[in-house]
């Protein structure tokens, strides 16, 4: 298995349950030199109590003493008690280079800490590794900072700059929120935002994962809970930015200049001009998926057509974080369903393999 955060822990605790035995029936493979995953690489000031819900690891449950304690601390706590909990056989850091099969039909996964041989695997990479930032007419030519929201730490770095932040996802709101609370903003959006009053509920939430799942039988990349319903969640923190005018966006500007954003006039609108010192992407990820390359599982559309888990031609290889498991809740269950068709496909016994 690739990957030690929600999805990859959640997978190994089913994996043992279903007989596979730890360190020798499977192995945990993760990039990161502590236990977190992603969730070690968050800004300061989110907490608990303001980023979507932390939902409970199979077995064990999170119980935080405090909402305003940093997620960047207790989430990754929350997971180092599970790996110990579970004894599960996490080794790291080891960064995955490739997978590709072997001549007898196995997988060998190659690292840089030596290659793994194993009959099946699941990958449980997510998309922290993968910021993706669009490109735009003029965009070498910026010479303020440009920066995605997998560097931002502090609204503090920005004071006494103008900032843009591109992007309408629920980052982009809360980044915007913070940052304009110290400097002067400037916010735009590819669509108008569509605030959703109210949780996002579990009806709701089975409303995205099922087009998220038509997606993926499709072939489809998944895309995410903004860009699939319009609907931004209105949190305290949106109704504050609301309050203060800072949420008034604007249409993604036509292309970037040395010093700033520049849209281009059309029939319904003159030319306009922004000036900025630093442009936040707060525009998304990608599926963390380039070690898999070698195996050609993806379909003409990008993406990976999936039956469930389970990549569609290869029964062996399962997805779990991607797509309508990318969420805590949807990974849990997730990889409790891939651990339940690897002990199907491949049933527990055999050794893995490792060449150092």
Known sequence: MVGAGQ???STAWGLARQGFERGSGFVVLDGEPAPGGAWRHRW???????THRVHDLPGLPFTPDDDRAPAVESVPAYFAAYERHFELPVVRPVRVSAVRRTDDGRFRVETDHGDWTARGLVNATGTWTRPFVPRYPGQELFRGRQLHTVDYRSPEEF?????????????????????SRVTSTTWVTRRPPVWREGVFDENAGREVVAKVEEAVRQGRRPGSVVGLTGLLVSTPYIRDGLDRGVLERLPVFDRITEDGVAWDATPTRPPRFVAADVILWATGFRAA????APL???EPGAGFRLDGTQVV?????????YGPSASTIGANR???????ALRRELRPGAPLSRTA
Not at 44 to 50: E, F, H, Q
Not at 289 to 292: A, C, K, T
Request: proline share 2%.
């Open 7 to 9: 999805a990859g822990l």
């Open 334 to 340: 997730a990889g409790q369903a891939a651990a339940r």
């Open 289 to 292: 998926v380039g070690h898999l």
């Open 159 to 179: 004071r006494g700059q103008h900032v843009v932040v591109v992007g309408g996802g629920a980052s982009a709101t809360q980044l915007l929120g913070e940052i």
């Open 313 to 321: 031609g290869e029964p062996r290889v399962h997805l779990v974080g």
């Open 44 to 50: 300061a000031s989110l907490t608990l109590g303001t």
């Open 296 to 298: 050609h599982l993806r």
